[in-house]
């Protein structure tokens, strides 16, 4: 898998998922691990509309759910360079769309 998905596999390393009502229960494969790298470049919207059907138990155990926002914002936190400061995006709703997510 490519080095880009590391930070990935650790957040999700426990995950079991399914993907829709057709797919067994399995641990993320490199196609959704491509998904959710995609999708987070896009930002939180995307992320949700990409992954509204999927299903994710996060540890044995555990109830399986929806993903959250606890999990959307480990994603992006997870997925984005350390190294640099996330600007706003270049989108000129930036701060209409960061109080929509935010519910203010």
Do not use: C
Not at 17 to 38: C, G, M, R, S, Y
Request: net charge negative.
């Amino acid at each position: 898998m490519p080095d880009q998905y590391a930070d990935l596999i650790q957040l999700t390393r426990d995950w079991v998922i399914t993907t829709d009502v057709k797919t067994l229960p399995h641990a993320l494969n490199e196609e959704e691990l491509d998904i959710l790298h995609a999708a987070r470049t896009i930002g939180i919207d995307m992320l949700r509309a990409t992954t509204d059907k999927w299903t994710i138990q996060r540890a044995r155990g555990e109830v399986p759910s929806s993903l959250n926002e606890n999990d959307f914002a480990a994603l992006l936190g997870a997925t984005l360079p350390v190294d640099q400061p996330t600007p706003p995006a270049q989108d000129p709703f930036y701060f209409a769309h960061l109080h929509v997510d935010q519910g203010i």
